[in-house]
């Protein structure tokens, strides 16, 4: 074999070897996050959320159902899904399965397009264009297709707050948070108001699937100073030491996961969290440098010692 054929029977290998990764192992790799933010009232004691989103849940996924329902363990106050459980019909049960205990705490959650819409296959170049949103999805064509009323009764029978579109307080403890959720903007389904954070409350936080600026600014223009969603699966296909290409909404590639700040002019900024993600439609099932994920958000005094 010429130097030539050997090479590109390398990248070949490299290539197969990598979409192997990808498609099977990585989508395995169930990671837990931590972060500390620092929003609570000065003096206030600590208090644990659990981030969940994108579980795109099917019957079989008995690995990712085992591994969700040992994040019990950790004890969380508080338990936020910011949507996109199913990626199946039948799923409904392998959901309630997964989440198992944590739907005995406090909790509450907004849907996402795939609780709606079962995948539909696209172009994956498409995808890494940008240009899947609502108008290129077709979903605004479609009527809902996956058991989201089934879902939003059992989560709520269990105690769950549902916050699609609308204001919530849930007590955690002695603690009273208000929330304002929107149902997901990628379908443009939010509905936002001008209804300002209640100041009097312990702490004001906005829920939403997918984290688009319209969204975020708004929540940050009313004074909320914690900000959660998911959508963007950290990108899905990260470049190592480089970091996610597209995040699938409006939002910079540079906050496709994890913590950061969002601020529009004059007013201080919120901390907002973006999940990667538990899971992936089956349409595009790989995962490149970005391990699926829930996160453990320890909420924290502002004046707590070591605060970011
Ligand atoms: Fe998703």
Known sequence: MGPLLTTVGAVAATGVAGLAYSAVVEPRLFTLRRFTVPVL????APLKVLHLSDTHMTPNQRVKQRWIRG?????PDLVVNTGDNLSHVDAVPSVLRAYGDLLDLPGVFVFGSNDYFSPQRKNPVQYLRGGTGVASSGAWMREPNLPFEEMRAAFTERGWTDLTNR??????DDRRLAFVGVDDPHLDFDELDDVPADRSADLAIGV????YL???DRWNS???PLLLAGHTHGGQ???PFKGAIVTNCDLDPARARGLHQHAVDGHDPSWMHVSAGLGSSPVTPVRFACRPEAALLTLTAVDSP???
């Open 237 to 239: 296909l990260r470049i």
């Open 71 to 75: 994040l019990a363990d950790l004890d």
């Open 208 to 211: 939403a699937h997918a984290p």
């Open 167 to 172: 204001h919530a307080d849930v007590a955690v």
């Open 41 to 44: 009232a000065a003096g206030s």
């Open 306 to 308: 070591g605060s970011p």
């Open 222 to 224: 009313l004074g909320y």
């Open 214 to 216: 319209r969204v975020l």
